[in-house]
């Protein structure tokens, strides 16, 4: 428990001190308005971190995160387009049920034809970038064509911070409750930590990396509308390559590769910590070449340190679980 | 280049070239324009520029065609029904510059005049290529806008795609070197948004808190002019921060409505046709040659003068702003 602790604690330091180095080079970064402004900018990329948790969790990973989310934004952007007057709360409905279908898809070729998660959604992701294709013919869906509403929602303030913000702010803490609180969300761990035992104490493999998916689709599909409303533009190559950044914050926030450890907390530092880079970068006059090793170093490091956590960790869960069996059996 | 391939085509279709010359005096002249795809609003567009030239020539008529879908060999079945037909010129903007060498150097063989424009073919497939317009072109129309709209001069800097993106990079070299030419206009910055709406963005809204006074981004590519535009937008800078360079009408609308971006530039593809239709006129009914360094007239655009490689360069980029973005955001 204490390594665990530690772990965040580490990178919560990390940010604080990237934060104040950033400060001596650039003072207006850590002013509170522009630490809003990078926290809604890093909201997408929390949202997606969030469900990719849960899928890496369970051994799996999903890389059609980012064709899943561009996809459902067009499909958002030409229902606007097509209708304006469809209200936003049915924008957001479609937009999380399609995106909870595309993830279902994925869930059930790894769940029922047992196909390797990352040959799945490797081939999903082609696929759901296809359809989009399809769909608008390669046109894009412009600024002028959407309605006000729809590319004002995530930017309506509610106590002084943006809709897309709160929508980070609200996955993060319904996702602390899902994983800490509920079966599925023990499930989760015990898959991914030791699929064979998870069977014995009941609990389908298969099933339990079906919801992994279909809610990681969900909150992709969620981003969808979210980032198509706040950049006012749709077309077939938004989010490229965005997949392997969401990877890289699960990763970062010590999300182990190998399943079953890591926690939420983890994952909400590891999103803030890259999207503290990704807007500091600009600002602080680093050539675009070094930026690019800059972020790749990051993901690096934080790789090796997980790896050096990762065997502890296996015995930290026995451990932890040991002292609560010994604990119950006194009590 | 014209005379010689008739002369390697043998005297008996130099005689029949000549009827057929002859014949053209009543006859309408027929010009195919030979598009990448049906159905894109760009040719369309074009196609309109075609019919502008044709009703001003008199004389001629337009065939608009293309494949369905964006292919060569859609492009050379197309052709080779134009051969049958017996056309008297093929002005094609090609979907494979190699591809269609084959199909157009028949055309040519049988004395049909072949022209390609906006996408080119290589040089054996062609009298001429025209271009929309060229890079010293850009690069200064790119400047110039910006710089019209600070008569007091000012900081700028320039948002662009890769690091590596060969367009952008020769664009905003040939603005380096124009850049003597605008007094008090000082260039603070390059930086690159990947051509990612979202990596675009960040770069924008970077620029603009680095430097404080910045009066214009330029962003000589269509995603990074639309995200500049949106953060412009987000920061509140309407009206401070003028964003401009190259992108569509129809993904800018909406910028120049909310002011955002003033003005901006591409290639006008009614100028376009309309352009390329006179030269193939102008061809087929031998008033001019192509050869390096001639001056071939096409109507109100001026003259084309081609370099050594029988290429040509329309014109400065068009410029769209509040007062045409209407008649054009439905376009292309």
């Known amino acids: 428990m204490s390594l665990l602790k530690s772990r965040e604690a580490l990178l919560g330091g990390a940010i604080l001190l990237l934060l104040a180095l950033i400060a001596t080079r650039f003072p207006g970064f850590v002013a509170p308005d522009n630490l809003v402004r990078v926290f809604t900018d890093t909201s997408p990329l929390l949202i997606l971190a969030l469900g990719q948790t849960v899928v890496i969790l369970t051994r799996c990973i999903d890389l059609s995160v980012a064709a899943n989310l561009a996809l459902t934004g067009m499909v958002c952007a030409m229902l606007n387009a097509a209708m304006p007057g469809v209200p936003i709360v049915m924008i957001l409905c479609l937009a999380v049920s399609l995106g909870a279908v595309m993830g279902m898809v994925n869930g059930l070729l790894v769940w029922k034809l047992s196909i390797p998660s990352i040959v799945v959604t490797l081939g999903t992701m082609t696929i759901y970038r296809g359809i989009i294709f399809l769909i608008s013919d390669g046109a894009w869906v412009n600024a002028h064509e959407m309605s006000e509403a729809f590319t004002g929602f995530p930017r309506a303030s509610i106590l002084g911070l943006p809709v897309l913000a709160w929508f980070g702010i609200l996955a993060a803490a319904a996702m602390l409750l899902a994983i800490n609180r509920t079966p599925l969300g023990r499930a989760f761990y015990a898959v991914g930590g030791n699929p064979h035992a998870a069977v014995y104490t009941g609990i389908s493999v298969g099933r339990t990396q079906f919801w992994a998916f279909t809610l990681s689709g969900a909150l992709a599909g969620l981003c969808g509308y979210l980032w198509v409303a706040r950049y006012a533009v749709a077309y077939v190559d938004i989010a490229g390559g965005f997949e392997l950044e969401v990877v890289a914050a699960c990763v970062i926030g010590g999300i182990s590769i190998a399943g079953g450890a890591g926690t939420v907390v983890g994952t909400i530092l590891g999103a803030l910590f890259l999207g503290i880079v990704k807007n500091a970068l600009p600002v602080i006059d680093i050539s675009p070449f070094w930026q690019m090793a800059i972020s790749g170093t990051a993901i690096i490091v934080a790789v090796t340190l997980n790896n050096r956590n990762a065997k502890g960790k296996g015995r930290i869960i026995l451990r932890r679980a040991q002292e609560q069996t010994t604990e119950g059996a006194t009590a | ?332």
């Not at chain 2, 050379?76 to 093929?90: K, P, R, Y």
């Not at chain 2, 055309?107 to 049909?112: E, F, K, P, Y």
């Not at chain 2, 664009?171 to 990596?199: H, P, Q, R, S």
């Open chain 2, 1 to 332: 280049m014209k005379l010689t391939r008739r002369l390697f085509g043998g005297a008996a279709m130099a005689t029949a070239l000549m009827a057929g010359s002859m014949a053209q005096a009543q006859d309408p002249v027929r010009i195919a324009l030979v598009v990448k795809a049906l159905g894109i609003g760009f040719f369309e567009a074009a196609a309109k520029g075609a019919e502008e030239a044709a009703a001003e020539l008199g004389n001629v008529e337009v065939i608009y065609t293309g494949p369905t879908d964006t292919t060569a060999e859609g492009q050379i079945e197309v052709i080779n029904a134009l051969i049958a037909q017996q056309v008297d010129a093929i002005a094609v903007s090609a979907n494979d510059t190699d591809a269609l060498v084959p199909a157009l150097k028949k055309a040519m063989q049988r004395g049909i005049t072949v022209i390609s424009w906006d996408s080119g073919v290589a040089a054996e497939g062609r009298e001429l290529h025209l271009n929309p317009s060229s890079s010293p072109l850009i690069g200064n129309m790119i400047i110039k806008m910006a710089a019209d709209e600070l008569p007091e001069g000012g900081q700028v800097a320039v948002l662009s795609a890769t690091t590596t993106s060969t367009n952008q990079n020769t664009w905003i070299a040939e603005m380096n070197k124009v850049l003597g030419n605008y007094e008090g206009i000082e260039v603070v910055g390059t930086v690159y948004g990947d051509d990612l709406a979202d990596k675009s963005y960040r770069e924008a809204t970077g620029l603009m808190q680095t430097y404080p006074d910045l009066k214009a981004i330029i962003a000589p590519t269509s995603v990074g002019i639309v995200a500049a535009a949106r953060a412009v937008e987000d920061a509140g800078k309407v009206g401070q921060v003028n964003v401009t360079g190259l992108g569509l009408p129809s993904e800018m609308a909406g910028a120049i409505e909310s002011g955002a971006s003033k003005s901006f530039a591409i290639w006008n593809p009614i100028d376009l046709g309309y352009s390329a239709t006179m030269l193939a006129y102008q061809l087929a009914t031998d008033a001019a040659e192509a050869a390096p360094g001639a001056e071939i007239p096409m109507g109100r655009m001026g003259t084309l003068t081609l370099d050594d490689n029988t290429e040509g360069a329309m014109a400065d980029p068009f410029v769209y702003d509040a007062s045409n973005i209407a008649d054009f955001k439905d376009i292309f």
